[in-house]
Nanobody, 128 residues
Framework: QVKLVESGGGSVQAGGSLRLSCAVSGFTSSTYSMAWFRQAPGKELEELEG??????????HYADSVKGRFTISKDNAKNTLYLQMNSLKPEDTAMYYCAVDNKKWWVLLLEPNEANNRGQGTQVTVSS
């Protein structure tokens, strides 16, 4: 059974930084992408926004809204996915979820609800 557990969320002032982690277990596909999504306040879970994806070649891909501020990475030895978030803005406030799937990276970035394996989320709150 696939299990994803996010951590590292919290409250920070605008301009600050946070690093999210996602521990993954039970996923056995040899070709996969890993992703971060977010659900903004007042939005339904079906309105998830793709934030960043790292594909099977370990190439990162980002939503325009976070390019240059967020960095996705992973540690294969630890089966852990990371999201380094710098220069945070109030509009980054959201519940952040990690996901792993063997779908193509662009599917996960543009259609996050297509992901079959997603964690329970960690809250990020950015105050102005």
């Amino acid at each position: 059974q696939v299990k994803l557990v996010e951590s590292g969320g919290g409250s920070v002032q605008a301009g600050g930084s946070l690093r999210l982690s996602c521990a993954v277990s039970g996923f056995t596909s040899s070709t996969y992408s890993m992703a971060w999504f977010r659900q903004a306040p007042g939005k339904e879970l079906e309105e998830l926004e793709g934030v960043a994806v790292i594909d099977s070649d370990e190439t990162p891909h980002y939503a325009d809204s976070v390019k240059g501020r967020f960095t996705i990475s992973k540690d294969n030895a630890k089966n852990t996915l990371y999201l380094q978030m710098n220069s945070l803005k109030p509009e980054d406030t959201a519940m952040y979820y990690c996901a792993v799937d063997n779908k193509k990276w662009w599917v996960l970035l543009l259609e996050p609800n297509e992901a079959n394996n997603r964690g329970q989320g960690t809250q990020v709150t950015v105050s102005s």
